[in-house]
């Protein structure tokens, strides 16, 4: 070797760049995301990645993840932009996933948690002096470190959640509203099946209702947990194309002017149950948050002996609006509210309070409150009772099965035992 080779071969060993000449990048293929619905909203938790042998081992250690978030025409902090993320642990899997003694795929199981903005694939973007949940482009990069491939192209995503959904559901009721929605079918079976509906919050709207389902955890009432309770239940999620409480004028209202939508709300809802005869017309439960909240409530308001139940959390709808003749009405619609007191956005005093003082001073003998100081982290992974979410957010405790308890901090009772929101709601029937 001359002097002029042995000198590059120096400036590259020092410059650490001998090594990435001896053995260059390679691009393995693409990878599959898996993204899981929490408490707090979606996070992509897994990566799955080909490795063209077949293994029987992986360690963790040897694979870097790092992330880029963007969507078009909007500006985000070099925090939320990009950057790496945690592989908590790895293991050999299928090309879905699933654990493997052998395999040609590992799965990285990414860190996740409700303060973690890089393992969101969406955002809440505002456009046109209006905001919402959107999904954005989320780019992820695995570098195997021990022999320089890299996977950077997503080849396929799975969604636990919604992809038991069908995603497809459109409605036009009018030249001027067209509705979309989700839906979930049980297993048919020799009896007829309850209905469960969700109202989104007034983040969700638009046209594409996987939004709805997974910007919080509404996918849930398809899971065979909640779906136990029920013996199977067909679930309808609808989709406002912008908000539940746009009045005519598309301003907000709270109840004291009708809102664009009710109606062909009701209509999508009885259209649905007409195209499913598997629907048990006995068992039809409305339920929604915030502004899914006051809709659930407006749709009782408008057809109180149609719904066999309702639960509401975060309502929107203020009671000052209410008159008395109205709360008559649907004294004996059985409902379930919860709600947090430090909830700043539909504030208790205004809404839930007064409303179900009013039902219970009327006679009303099915009505319960899930009252909580604060909506903490139902799950002690991430601090439980010390760490505190928005107080809007009380629809946690409806989407897991959490409320268990009365206005008065006593259990609600259902057939002589205490009972969650989702197995009272199940016992409800107008039969």
């Not at 059985?334 to 539909?346: G, K, L, N, R």
């Not at 760490?387 to 609600?412: E, L, M, Q, T």
Request: glycine share 10%; charged share 20%.
């Amino acid at each position: 070797m001359n002097l002029k080779s042995r000198t590059l071969a120096l400036l590259l060993v020092a410059t650490g760049l001998l090594g990435l000449f001896a053995q260059e990048t390679t691009h393995a293929g693409g990878y599959t995301v898996i993204i899981e619905g929490y408490d707090w909203g979606p996070a992509v938790s897994r990566v799955v990645v080909p490795m063209g042998e077949t293994l029987a081992e992986t360690h963790s250690a040897n694979y870097t993840v790092t992330v880029e978030r963007s969507a078009e025409g909007v500006e985000m902090s070099p925090e939320e932009a990009g950057g790496s993320r945690q592989v908590v642990y790895s293991y050999v899997s299928d090309d879905r996933g699933k654990l493997a003694a052998t395999g040609e795929h590992v799965t990285l199981v990414l860190f996740v948690g409700p303060n973690h903005v890089l393992g969101s694939p969406i955002k809440y973007i505002r456009r046109n002096n209006r905001g919402s949940n959107q999904w954005i482009d989320y780019k992820v990069t695995i570098t195997n470190n021990t022999n320089n491939k890299v996977w950077d192209t997503e080849a396929s995503r799975i969604m636990p959640g919604i992809d038991k959904f069908d995603l497809n559901g459109k409605y036009q009721h009018s030249d001027d509203i067209n509705l979309t929605y989700a839906s979930f079918k049980p297993e048919a079976t020799a009896q007829k099946s309850p209905l469960i509906i969700w109202l989104h919050g007034g983040g969700e709207g638009g046209t594409d209702p996987s939004i709805p389902l997974i910007a919080n955890k509404a996918w849930n009432y398809a899971s065979d947990e909640i779906q136990h309770f029920f013996g199977g239940a067909y679930v309808l999620v609808p989709q406002s194309p912008t908000f539940w409480m746009q009045s005519p004028s598309g301003e907000y209202t709270r109840g004291g002017e009708n809102d664009i939508y009710n109606e062909a709300l009701m209509a999508l809802i009885k259209k649905y149950v007409s195209e499913n005869p598997g629907i048990d017309a006995n068992r039809i439960y409305v339920g929604g948050c915030s502004n899914g909240g006051y809709m659930s409530l407006k749709l009782i308001l408008e057809q109180p002996g149609y719904f066999a139940a309702g639960y509401i959390s975060a309502l929107a709808y203020h009671a000052e609006h209410l008159s008395d003749e109205q709360i008559n009405t649907i004294k004996n619609v059985p409902m379930w509210f919860v709600h947090a007191a430090d909830d700043q956005t539909t504030v208790p005093g205004q809404t839930v309070l007064p409303t179900y003082k009013r039902l219970i001073g009327a006679g009303a003998k099915n009505v319960h409150l899930s009252y909580y100081d604060h909506v903490t982290d139902i799950t002690g992974f991430f601090g439980g009772d010390d760490f505190r979410y928005n107080g809007h957010w009380s629809w946690i405790y409806s989407h897991a099965n959490h409320a268990n308890f009365d206005f008065d901090d006593k259990p609600v009772i259902v057939n002589g035992r205490t009972a969650t929101i989702m197995e009272w709601l199940a016992d409800q029937s107008k039969d």
